[in-house]
């Protein structure tokens, strides 16, 4: 009995394993040995390791390149440079103002991944034939560079707003590279299961500081940053950032990739959806862990949605274990992660006081509306805070000035009318088909639910862009672009 249950488990165990692509285990080992890399020089020679190794396994390039690119994005490794162009006047120098130009390693991936597309373009041209609903986005992505170009060269500091003007060229192209690297169905998947491990990765590390009260003295944390910061309202309760100082950038991430998670799990009865399970609770626990009220809201509202409508269209399928023992299980959830919930609750009525979140929240929209009325090209791209600080003294304002919290505000502000309004044609056309085949219940439409997970998931971010300052982040905005390369590429 004991040598066939054995081989059963073992069954089941090899099952798991080769549902996982061999890239993705390549990457999953990158990414482990990047916890303890510190100098830059080695993690180079690791990363252009990487390249060779995928590309001896995958047999191409291309693919090869994008999957690197994607296993170094995350984590932000890169080079900075001093940049200082603002002058130093007394608003600088009053708000202890800094800004610092920096060279991530996946940009030298990106770059290399656009040299082999052009390289290959009447290859990729016949491939990927242009759509009429492509070049509606292309004419409005178009016109919003144009439109920032000029917000460049009447901005208040010129080379400063050009190269957040470069960001945001870069993230233009990311989208590009990401439509076209998702014409093979198969790198849509190995894609999904790179960033999937990055997800699950962050929050373990989330949960293990949040246990340590502080950085667990890993490589990767820095040897003096504090990597999360403890709770304005409640400077006893202590928020972890994962595998960045700011815990909503990793709340962000996990309420991102969740419905992916949730809506794949509940439609499939195949085995390796039941070690799934295992994964969700993770992630449902370090978001808690991570105290961003908002992205518990979105989460919460996305995944009670998505359910509500796959439930109408498909069976749902819970493991026996699940539904036998869920009391058992919610009690020690509850048990683990009831203090968060309630100290954080506990303090919402904090977040409409003099310096709550929801008050400076609502200046950068009504900063942004003044600016809207004064400069028609807006006041530059990621000039927003330092437009701010100049305009407004420390004694009419009870806060930092910073970038906007809300994507909208942001864009309104630094780069016109224009700007915004071709940015929110290029939303609407990215979720029109989508969002018109969920309203009308088409069953066409259910019949993948994976293309539901990623609409959800491109819905979860963009609502979390309504309260963070994600725009121009060098990281987290290329994960919006990529969602929003496959959502667009898929018809």
């Known amino acids: 009995m004991r040598n066939i249950f054995k081989k059963l488990t073992r069954r089941k165990i090899t099952f798991l394993l080769t549902q996982v692509y061999a890239e993705t285990w390549v990457i999953g080992g990158f990414m482990l040995l990047h916890l303890v890399i510190g100098p830059n020089r080695v993690y180079l020679i690791i990363l252009t390791l990487l390249v ?81 609903h492509d ?85 990767v944390e820095g040897s003096t940053s504090l990597y999360g910061w403890f709770a304005r309202e409640n400077p006893d309760f202590y928020r972890p950032g994962g595998f960045s100082s700011d815990p909503n950038i990793v709340a962000t991430l996990l309420s991102t990739f969740f419905p992916i998670f949730l809506i794949n799990t509940l439609v499939s009865n195949k085995l390796w959806t039941r070690a799934s399970w295992v994964g969700i609770g993770v992630i449902i626990l370090a978001l808690l862990f991570t105290g961003s009220r908002a992205a518990w809201v979105v989460t ?93 003294p420390m004694d009419e304002s009870g806060f930092r000035p910073t970038l906007a919290h809300n994507i909208f505000a942001q864009i309104g502000a630094e780069v016109g009318f224009v700007g915004l309004i071709s940015f929110i044609v290029v939303l609407y056309l990215l979720m029109r088909s989508k969002l018109r085949s969920i309203i009308r219940g088409k069953q066409v439409f259910m019949k993948n639910s994976f293309d539901f997970s990623i609409l959800l998931a491109f819905l979860s971010f963009s609502l979390l862009m309504m309260v963070f300052p994600w725009f121009l982040h060098p990281r987290l905005s290329s994960f919006f672009w990529i969602l929003a390369g496959y959502s667009s590429s898929q018809k």
Not at 163 to 192: E, G, R, W
Request: with cysteine; hydrophobic share 55%; net charge positive.
């Open 52 to 132: 060779i190794g995928l590309y001896k396994i995958s047999g191409n390039f291309l693919d090869a390149l994008w999957l690197s690119f994607l296993a170094a994005l995350p984590f932000g490794r890169g080079r900075f440079f001093e940049y200082v162009v603002i002058p130093q006047a007394d608003w600088v120098r009053n708000w202890d103002l800094s800004f610092n130009a920096t060279i991530l390693f996946s940009d030298i991936l990106l770059v290399l991944l656009i040299y082999v597309l052009l390289s290959r373009y009447k290859k990729y041209r016949n491939k990927y034939p242009t759509q009429q």
């Open 300 to 392: 919460a509202a996305i995944a009670i949605f998505g359910v509500w409508h796959v439930r109408k269209k498909k069976r749902i399928y819970i493991p026996a274990l699940l539904r036998k023992y869920w009391l058992i299980l919610v009690a020690i959830f509850l048990i683990l992660s009831g203090s968060v919930i309630s100290s954080r609750l506990m303090t919402l009525v904090d977040v409409f006081q003099k310096e709550g979140g929801g008050t400076y929240r609502l200046e950068h929209i009504k900063v942004s509306l003044k600016y809207l009325r004064l400069e028609p090209f807006g006041v530059g791209p990621g000039l927003f805070p330092f437009a701010m600080a100049e305009d407004f």
């Open 135 to 219: 070049l509606r986005i292309y004419l409005f992505l178009l016109i919003f560079i144009v439109v920032a170009a000029i917000s460049v060269y009447y901005s208040r500091f010129l080379w400063t707003s050009a190269y957040f003007y470069v960001q945001v060229c870069k993230l233009v192209l990311i989208f590009i590279v990401s439509k076209i690297i998702f014409v093979n169905k198969i790198m849509v998947k190995k894609t999904t299961q790179v960033l999937g491990l990055f997800v699950l990765l962050s929050a373990l590390f989330v949960i293990g500081q949040y246990i340590n009260r502080g950085p667990i003295g890993l490589s």
